[in-house]
């Protein structure tokens, strides 16, 4: 089946310091990923649509110049969240749709999830 | 803010129990997927329904539509401890890009 991976799983960062979280897809192309965040015991909220060589959408209220997204290739996408504060730990969960959908409803492939923990 | 809501928000049952959970939601839909996420893990995709079809089955779960009412459930039955977890409902709409909007979910506890 699809498989979509993240890096790192967890990381812990300092005040200030940047952060980037990778997404591929592994056995398959994606021209689509969607970037969600999860804080404990809530929801998953999208926060942005990654498209393969153009900009990310972001949805409202998620600022752009804070979660700078990165869709270079098929089968990559990079979140760098920037001057990262403690208020912005959280689990960070990607998805990937395939170029040419796998199944009739354009399924989405998610990942395992990176928790960021900011001191 | 959310299309969909789910209740009840926690479950507590024990092994051989079934487990119910529903969801609701605002607009016109799609299709309404369900998926399961263990603590600190991805989602699993379970089942998707589309909003022409008004049940559907997959093993141990059963899941039905009432787009009139605007709702979902999601029925596990003969649960397993293993089958802890929290479970989310995800609604898509085609003039929303096909991006999914998820529900608040259900933490389940299965009780050995």
């Known amino acids: 089946g699809a498989v979509v991976s993240q890096h790192p799983s967890r990381v812990i960062c300092k005040s200030g310091t940047s952060v980037k979280i990778e997404c591929r897809s592994l056995d398959f192309q994606a021209t689509t990923m969607f970037w969600y965040r999860q804080f404990p015991k809530q929801s998953l909220m999208l926060m942005a649509t990654?498209?393969?060589?153009?900009?990310?959408?972001?949805e409202q209220g998620v600022e752009k110049d804070k979660f700078l997204i990165n869709h270079a290739s098929l089968t990559l996408s990079t979140l760098t969240v920037t001057s990262a504060h403690p208020e912005d730990s959280s689990f960070y969960i990607c998805s990937a749709r395939e170029y040419f959908a796998r199944g009739p409803y354009n399924e989405q492939f998610f990942g395992p999830g990176t928790r960021l923990t900011v001191l | 803010s959310q299309q969909g809501e789910e209740d009840p928000q926690a479950l507590s049952i024990q092994e051989g129990e079934n487990a119910t959970m529903n969801c609701s939601y605002k607009t016109s839909i799609n299709n309404l997927q369900w998926y399961r996420q263990n603590s600190g893990r991805g989602l699993v995709h379970l089942i998707l329904?589309?909003?022409?079809?008004r049940e559907k089955h997959s093993g141990r779960l059963r899941v039905t539509l009432d787009t009139s009412k605007k709702s979902s459930s999601l029925l596990i039955t003969a649960s397993r401890a293993a089958d802890t977890a929290s479970y989310f409902c995800?609604?898509?709409?085609?003039?929303?890009?096909?991006?999914?909007?998820f529900g608040g979910g259900t933490r389940v506890l299965v009780k050995p």
């Open positions: 990654s498209n393969e060589g153009s900009k990310a959408t972001y």
């Open positions: 995800a609604t898509t709409l085609e003039a929303a890009g096909n991006k999914l909007t």
């Open positions: 329904i589309r909003s022409n079809e």
